[in-house]
């Protein structure tokens, strides 16, 4: 069952638990911690334009965006569910965040650039993504695997830590890619424009042949399999 509430302007939303979430948007953040029965208004005008909430637990979450001081690109860290924030300047411009712990997270920038933090957005070293693509979007299960979608139509895998990455296959049906999101390793979405979804239960794998058995065997012979 669903009922409505009222809001204006806000276009992102967020849930750390079953109970505890967040809108955000143009005219800032909004918490909740009743299942959306009632949003408070978190007061944060340290950071305009963010695109992107990321929490790794209960208490702890990322944001990027830009610094209202500095007019430089920033990400915002909250320890205490967003109540206070601490803010940072980096060099990149991002268009996505996503961390996966306290202090390792990812981020696709502009100029077809993925970056890695190791210290909570400290900083930052570009990594290896070649070919160059228009990145557009990023989700990480753990520290090692995660994917990064291209405006390309293209989604590329990590499994160690983003070393190196393997282009994968999307359907032909897909179309104007804006987002995507992994909740396990096998389990992810890629958001189209026009209300179409694409969904995996394979991590985006092709399962073709797949290994049966671990014992070498001796022999093997072909035969006829039509008339």
Known sequence: IYSSIV???????????????????????????????NWNTITFFLVTGFTKLCFVNADTGFMNGVNSFTSSQCIAKTTDMGSNWMVFDIPVQCR???????????????????????????????LNTQPAEDYIALSFINANTGYIL??????????DGGEFWR?????????????????SATRGIILCSGGKILKTSTGGEFLGIQQTGINIPYNFSLSQNYP
């Open 7 to 37: 809001v204006s302007s806000y276009d992102n939303i967020y849930f750390t638990s079953p109970v505890s979430g967040f809108l955000w948007g143009e005219f800032g953040i909004l918490r909740t911690t009743n299942n959306g029965s």
């Open 150 to 159: 291209a405006q390309s139509l293209k989604i590329m895998k990590t499994t």
């Open 167 to 183: 282009t994968q296959i999307l359907p032909s049906s897909a179309s104007s890619v804006r987002d995507v999101e992994f909740a």
């Open 96 to 126: 996505k965040i996503d961390f996966t712990d306290e202090t390792t997270g990812y981020a696709v920038c502009a100029s077809s650039k993925i970056y890695k933090t190791t210290n909570a957005g400290s900083n930052w070293n570009e």
